[in-house]
């Protein structure tokens, strides 16, 4: 009988043959035998690994030694870890911070500097790219995660299967993985491409053709690789009768958020209701039912007898460098306002589009208060944009309807040779003056009207999606206009898909506000084009917006 037979005593001290011990040695711990034959065990010295007599095979001893997979055994050591072979000999002189088993002659570990990567069986890197975290190989593929939080699939060299990503990712299974997108679960092939247009809130692997799935009403079915279902297993937990009346009331949320904002709760906090009801000269009745209510928004909490701000509460906060409180303000006033209209906006041809920025114009107060909101959702969405536009550092960018100027200061400070030309209308000019930057000039002026400058690259950060498509194509053919050709546009906007409903209300905000429209990336380029721009990639990033690139022709 070989390792196969032994089995770990329910003290998992010692291994048992046959229901008896399979030697006299006792140990603090024991694992599992693996193939060659060895089990890992701890005894008074340290971890190693022990053979079918119970005998440690090699003098040196571990903090923590792991099962034998393909001949090689992961351990952790004073120095790090690292992978042995069976005689207890280090398989490289690679150290890492964690290392785990052998599958398919490949081995995920995390280095030193906290990076995933696979090994080869050499113990060397199996590729040059390291990435955020990288799951086992199965048939010859692997999940990895990028810094963006989005997962793909590499074959063993470490290219790419296919060029799509997702928000998570399974290993193929049968030809098919799971893989799930900002609306849900659903399987994709080989080719990355989804087998079907639902989204569900869970899905199991193909079995013989079929998938067990849990859709977002929490009832469960089975679905052919069509996605059409075969039978149902259980009713929608969640009644839709329910759901639309929470939806239809969804404006409740809206005020009851405006209101505590209004009344300066946020600021108030943390207390007792005596206390903020003192401080805000509240009626104590009253307060307390505001306060109840924003618990169940998640936006405090109490304890004991302290209301507190949850870490969602905090973006109310007033002094919060991300803070939605005029965004609250904003939504449950004027725009709530423009909403009012949509009916007609979506029926009457002769609908006037809204001229919200005029309208801002119009109210000093406004100004300050809405360019504070869209400064807050740029210092929120924009971070990592900079980088991935991969500027040569040293360009003229013309930054237009860049606002308070959030964006202009982010590119300045991650290319220090840099300048930024930033345009905007004449009163949010005079905002953005408070900030001052020698390598920023800030230009009063309107993005219909010419552009008296020439730059190497002109930046529109969710400017385009305020304006139909005429207008749209008018800004571009602007920015055309200051740029040679080889000079580079760069669009930040959130995309919406070609297929799904992903961003539709967020479009139906915009025509509401401003009679503009969210776009798909195809329609971008479309845009691109008619304004002499060769579309020349779009990126898609961890936070909302999207990038698509051009170049002028
Ligand atoms: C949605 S905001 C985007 C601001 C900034 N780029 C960002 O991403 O946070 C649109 C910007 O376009 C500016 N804008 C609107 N109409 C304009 C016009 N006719 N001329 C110049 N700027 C205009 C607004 O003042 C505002 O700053």
Known sequence: MGWRGLTVAPERTHHLLNGAPAYSARFLEVLKFHDPGLAPAVDAAGATHIDL????????????????????AAVHSLVGCFHILPDGSALSCLRFAWCGNFQEARCAVRNVEGRYLHLGVDGQPAYEKSWRYVGDY???????????????????????????????LDVFHKGYARARDDVGWMHVDGAGLALYERRFANVEPFYNGQARVERFDGGLEVIDEHGDTVVELRGGRRSEFAALSADMVGFWRTEAIAAAVE??????????????????????????????ALVELSLVEKRGTIWVRTARGEYLAKDNPLTLADAAGEYAGPLRKLWGSLAVALR????????????????????????????????????????????????????????????????????????VILLDRTEVIAQARANPNERLQLLSGDLFERWDVKVDVVVLARVLHDWDDERAARILANARKVLQVGGRVFVVEMLIPDDGAFGGLCDLHLLTATGGRERTAKEFENLFRQAGFEPTAVQTLAALPSIIEGVAR
């Open 53 to 72: 007599s119970g005998q440690p095979v090699y003098a040196d001893r571990f903090i923590r030694t792991f099962g034998f997979y393909e001949g090689r």
């Open 263 to 292: 009344l300066g709760i946020f600021e108030a906090l943390p207390g007792t209701t005596a206390d903020i009801a003192g401080r805000l000269g509240l009626d104590h009745g009253r307060l307390n039912a505001l306060l109840r």
């Open 138 to 168: 199965r048939d010859g593929v692997a999940v990895v995660q990028r810094d963006d939080g989005l997962h793909s699939h590499i074959d063993k060299s470490g290219s790419h299967v296919h060029l799509k990503w997702f928000v998570d």
């Open 348 to 419: 009457d041809t002769d609908w006037r589009t809204p001229d919200v920025f005029s309208d801002v114009a119009a109210d000093p107060l406004r100004v300050q208060s809405h360019h504070r909101m869209l400064r807050s959702y740029a210092r929120h969405d924009y971070p990592s944009v900079p980088k991935a536009m991969q500027l040569r550092g040293d360009e003229l960018v013309m930054d237009v309807g860049g606002g308070l100027g959030v964006l202009a200061e982010m590119l300045l400070d991650e290319y220090p040779k840099l300048r």
